[in-house]
């Protein structure tokens, strides 16, 4: 089957071809550092993550950029309230932002730019859209003209022309006054009192949200990308705006694929602070969920499709996550008895293949991760059978012995898909055993080696919920203790 993803731009599915054969150049909008993330950026980063660890399996050579928008009102905001800076904010809430996704097992983009980085690109892309007259000047502010960009509205289906109409009562007082164009947004916005500003053409000032993007994307990886990915709640007028500024200025297509992911429900109910159903990555895992049960619920569903989150979902993703952990645990707690040492996986079968085959058909289909799932629980079952009988002590079958290539097959896929074994968050599960332990500080000293910290903070995570507390002493030791 050919690998096909669903394009906003075009309302299609279109079979994936990348720009350059082989490579995939991706840009995904990243948060705007505020506050910790919630559990729509728990959807939306988890199914980005399956995306790109799907192209890398597939054989893809992948560049994954993310940004950190550091530098907008609401972090301005948060600092006033805090009587703070915005520095401080978004240092606090970036470092927050990697341990979260980090314990989410969402691998590290390759570059994560941030806003205030970027400023040259920013002013540069701004002057070349007024030299082009795309852009004009209004009181210290610079607004985009969006009479001047051609097929304004082709993301979104919006009709600038229709908008127009009325906008009289719209143009009144403050901003709204100062454009030609209701749609008219903003690139660079002049200094106010007891605001970070930075040095411009146009005075001193700070940019735009939807310029940043524009430039970091050209800065990052070129005028023209294969993907750019965002929330539903991003087509407009965000991503309508970046397609509007960048190709003007380029006079080249922004990205070849556009795709976004549904919004999150709670209770049928869209979430949001003002109705008090709210929910942090944080508090949710804090509070005994487990990381790949959240994986693992947010996975069930396809990731255009609104996401229903309630507590009786949650419960199902947690008792289907026990399954299939218990069958991915099977080689770390019984390997040695099943005589499965390493390289020793006999020859894969033809249902084996099947399976295989029927996961890459699904994936293939824009990324139908329930598809694939379903795939695994079906390698698990006879696993999660055998691991069973053996925590109660029983001896394995000499069929059974022979599963070791099931189960490679099996953790192989849960790989491309995120999920890896963990230690039952809730009991603490008592099979884990002192070689498992040191597996565990082991791949943590070689996360903290690479500086994949948010990796490495999640395995002490895990381990503290199995009851497990580490040591740390000098000269890179770490020690545990059963707490």
């Given at each position: 089957?050919?690998?096909?993803?669903?394009?906003?731009?075009?309302?299609?599915?279109?079979?994936?071809?990348?720009l350059v054969p082989g490579k995939a150049s991706i840009y995904c909008c990243g948060v705007t550092v505020y506050d910790l993330c919630h559990l729509g950026h728990a959807r939306s980063y988890i199914g980005w993550d399956v995306l790109r660890r799907y192209l890398l399996w597939r054989g893809f050579e992948v560049t994954f950029?993310?940004?950190?928008?550091?530098?907008?009102?609401?972090?301005?905001?948060?600092?006033?309230?805090?009587?703070?800076?915005?520095?401080?904010?978004?240092?606090?809430?970036?470092?927050?932002?990697?341990?979260?996704?980090?314990?989410?097992?969402?691998?590290?983009?390759?570059?994560?730019?941030?806003?205030?980085?970027?400023?040259?690109?920013?002013?540069?892309?701004?002057?070349?859209?007024?030299?082009?007259?795309?852009?004009?000047?209004?009181?210290?502010?610079?607004?985009?003209?969006?009479?001047?960009?051609?097929?304004?509205?082709?993301?979104?289906?919006?009709?600038?022309?229709?908008?127009?109409?009325?906008?009289?009562?719209?143009?009144?007082?403050?901003?709204?006054?100062?454009?030609?164009?209701?749609?008219?947004?903003?690139?660079?916005?002049?200094?106010?009192?007891?605001?970070?500003?930075?040095?411009?053409?146009?005075?001193?000032?700070?940019?735009?949200?939807?310029?940043?993007?524009?430039?970091?994307?050209?800065?990052?990886?070129?005028?023209?990308?294969?993907?750019?990915?965002?929330?539903?709640?991003?087509?407009?007028?965000?991503?309508?705006?970046?397609?509007?500024?960048?190709?003007?200025?380029?006079?080249?297509?922004?990205?070849?694929?556009?795709?976004?992911?549904?919004?999150?429900?709670?209770?049928?109910?869209?979430?949001?602070?003002?109705?008090?159903?709210?929910?942090?990555?944080?508090?949710?895992?804090?509070?005994?969920?487990?990381?790949?049960?959240?994986?693992?619920?947010?996975?069930?569903?396809?990731?255009?499709?609104?996401?229903?989150?309630?507590?009786?979902?949650?419960?199902?993703?947690?008792?289907?996550?026990?399954?299939?952990?218990?069958?991915?645990?099977?080689?770390?707690?019984?390997?040695?008895?099943?005589?499965?040492?390493?390289?020793?996986?006999?020859?894969?079968?033809?249902?084996?293949?099947?399976?295989?085959?029927?996961?890459?058909?699904?994936?293939?289909?824009?990324?139908?991760?329930?598809?694939?799932?379903?795939?695994?629980?079906?390698?698990?079952?006879?696993?999660?059978?055998?691991?069973?009988?053996?925590?109660?002590?029983?001896?394995?079958?000499?069929?059974?012995?022979?599963?070791?290539?099931?189960?490679?097959?099996?953790?192989?896929?849960?790989?491309?898909?995120?999920?890896?074994?963990?230690?039952?968050?809730?009991?603490?599960?008592?099979?884990?055993?002192?070689?498992?332990?040191?597996?565990?500080?082991?791949?943590?000293?070689?996360?903290?080696?690479?500086?994949?910290?948010?990796?490495?903070?999640?395995?002490?995570?895990?381990?503290?919920?199995?009851?497990?507390?580490?040591?740390?002493?000098?000269?890179?030791?770490?020690?545990?203790?059963?707490?």
């Open positions: 089957m050919t690998l096909r993803f669903f394009n906003t731009l075009s309302s299609t599915l279109e079979p994936f071809e990348p950029v993310q940004n950190y928008t550091d530098i907008d009102d609401k972090i301005l905001n948060r600092a006033a309230e805090e009587g703070s800076s915005m520095e401080a904010v978004s240092e606090r809430n970036i470092e927050a932002f990697e341990l979260d996704m980090g314990r989410l097992n969402i691998k590290p983009a390759d570059r994560m730019p941030r806003a205030t980085c970027c400023l040259d690109g920013i002013r540069t892309l701004i002057a070349e859209l007024e030299a082009k007259g795309a852009a004009y000047c209004a009181d210290g502010d610079v607004y985009f003209d969006v009479s001047k960009a051609k097929n304004y509205g082709q993301l979104s289906g919006r009709d600038p022309d229709e908008q127009q109409q009325g906008a009289s009562g719209r143009l009144a007082d403050g901003e709204e006054s100062r454009k030609r164009h209701p749609f008219d947004f903003a690139l660079w916005k002049g200094a106010k009192a007891g605001e970070p500003s930075w040095e411009s053409p146009w005075g001193p000032g700070r940019p735009g949200w939807h310029i940043e993007c524009s430039a970091m994307v050209r800065q990052e990886l070129g005028l023209t990308i294969d993907i750019h990915l965002g929330g539903g709640d991003l087509v407009f007028p965000h991503h309508e705006n970046e397609i509007a500024q960048s190709e003007t200025a380029n006079a080249a297509p922004l990205a070849r694929f556009w795709m976004h992911n549904g919004m999150v429900n709670v209770g049928g109910t869209k979430m949001s602070k003002s109705l008090g159903n709210f929910t942090t990555i944080r508090a949710l895992l804090d509070s005994g969920v487990s990381p790949m049960t959240l994986r693992l619920f947010v996975l069930q569903a396809h990731y255009r499709k609104p996401l229903d989150f309630t507590a009786e979902a949650l419960d199902a993703a947690a008792t289907g996550w026990k399954g299939l952990n218990a069958a991915l645990q099977l080689k770390q707690h019984h390997g040695e008895s099943l005589g499965w040492q390493q390289g020793s996986s006999g020859e894969r079968s033809t249902w084996l293949e099947e399976q295989r085959l029927r996961f890459i058909s699904a994936m293939d289909d824009d990324l139908n991760s329930s598809g694939g799932l379903a795939v695994l629980f079906e390698l698990a079952r006879p696993l999660r059978a055998l691991a069973n009988r053996l925590d109660r002590g029983d001896a394995a079958s000499s069929n059974e012995r022979t599963l070791h290539s099931q189960w490679l097959l099996l953790d192989e896929l849960a790989g491309v898909l995120g999920l890896q074994a963990e230690v039952n968050a809730a009991t603490g599960d008592a099979s884990l055993d002192d070689a498992a332990i040191a597996a565990l500080i082991e791949a943590r000293s070689e996360a903290k080696a690479a500086k994949n910290y948010g990796e490495a903070d999640r395995i002490r995570e895990e381990l503290k919920q199995a009851g497990i507390e580490l040591i740390d002493k000098a000269g890179g030791v770490t020690d545990w203790i059963r707490s």
